[in-house]
């Protein structure tokens, strides 16, 4: 089948601008790349680059369908707004996706969506029975946690010599934006992934004991974890100057991981990419560079 062209939501963040850039390493022309997202200024790059884009607010349905017109396949990243407005925003990307004829619609969910006991977890689970619903052929692209969770915060943590969290010894696999990216880039352009569930994450799992051992190998400093009750984490992060409904989704999130839900041993991510995901060590040695 030929694909005519390929929306990928979200283009204005990290992920999105990663999945288009993947795209085009695939050799998919920038004529047939559709970039959206809300604020369109933040991508005029891509504009320039012979990339179409368009704006997308997913807060309401005007125009959504027009602005995947002409797609075959889409990309839903799922939405950085707060999580009580995300299976909303989901549910009309998706009818709009299904208006405007589009052919197979890949999701960036999460780790065992069909089964996380968390309140992100949730929300993917419930845009995935939506897209089920819908009949739309699919592929869900169950997305670990970020190693750039980890490394953005390299400073604090070098400063304070902590790693802070309440995910006890739980393993995550965590896997770099770009792999992600990659991964997603696979399931556009290729055929076979229609129906496909692929739980991605790192081939080296770690804990946050072990990420602070990690820390203090590659910034040659000791650095400890303090693990501490889920509601005390929330309560660190807010002190920090998290809003407190994103304090508590995150510290649930770690909820998550003590109880393994942020763990595969799938090998998804190293099959659609073809190599071996980059690894905490890896990442880390690049990320200490710069602090």
Known sequence: MTIMSIVVTGATGQLGRLTVEALLRRGIPAADIIATGRDIAKIKDLADRGITVRRADFAGTDGLAEVFAGADRLLLISASVPVGERVANHRR??????????????????????????????????????????????????????????????????????????????????????????????????????????????????????????????????????????????QVLATAGLPAELAEVLADADRGMNRGEMYTDSGDLRRLIGRPPVTLAEALAVAALHY
Request: no cysteine.
């Open 93 to 234: 990307v998706i009818d709009a996706a299904a208006s405007a004829g589009v052919s197979l619609v890949a999701y960036t969910s999460t780790t065992h969506a069909d089964t996380a006991t968390t309140v992100i977890g949730a929300t993917h689970s419930e845009t995935e029975d939506y897209l089920r619903d819908r009949g739309i052929p699919s592929v869900l692209l169950r997305n670990g946690w970020y190693l750039e969770n980890y490394t953005s915060q390299l400073p604090q943590i070098l400063q304070n010599g902590a790693v802070v969290g309440a995910a006890g010894e739980g393993r995550i696999s965590a896997a770099s934006r770009a792999d992600y990216a990659e991964a997603a880039a696979v399931v556009l352009t290729a055929e076979g992934h229609t129906g496909a569930v692929y739980e991605l994450g790192g081939d080296e799992s770690f804990t946050l004991t072990e990420l602070a051992a990690a820390i203090s190998a590659a910034a040659r400093k000791q650095v400890t974890y303090a693990d501490l009750p889920v509601a005390e984490f929330a």
